[in-house]
Nanobody
């Protein structure tokens, strides 16, 4: 079983930056496709970004492309999400997710069997 633990959420003003981290355990980290999703109150959970096993391939939702960067440190079993130029509409609970499949193009929640508990990001002035 894969365990995922997120950290790094918080409150920031519009235009600011935050970095989220997710530490994985229970499986060989280099055999996991890692991703980030988010869920705002009253809305469905949506895909944010994904990263392939080796880190060479990325996939971003259009609304975050150019502002967010997903990366992984395989030596530390960690995936990060650097978020710049944050907007109030980025406010949500952010979830780390993983799958054993090398499928960084998958964007559905059903494609990822492993999930963290979530970390809150609030963007407000």
């Amino acid at each position: 079983q894969v365990q995922l633990v997120e950290s790094g959420g918080g409150s920031v003003r519009p235009g600011g930056s935050l970095t989220l981290s997710c530490v994985a355990s229970g499986r060989t980290f280099t055999s996991l496709t890692m991703s980030w999703f988010r869920q705002a109150p009253g809305k469905e959970r949506e895909f944010v970004a994904a990263l392939s096993w080796g880190g060479a391939n990325t996939n971003y939702a259009r609304r975050v492309e150019g502002r967010f960067t997903i990366s992984r440190d395989n030596a530390k079993n960690t995936v990060s999400l650097q978020m710049n130029s944050l907007k109030p509409e980025d406010t949500a609970t952010y979830y780390c997710a993983a799958t054993d499949r090398n499928s960084y193009r998958n964007t559905l929640t059903a494609d990822y069997p492993y999930w963290g508990q979530g970390t809150q990001v609030t963007v407000a002035s």
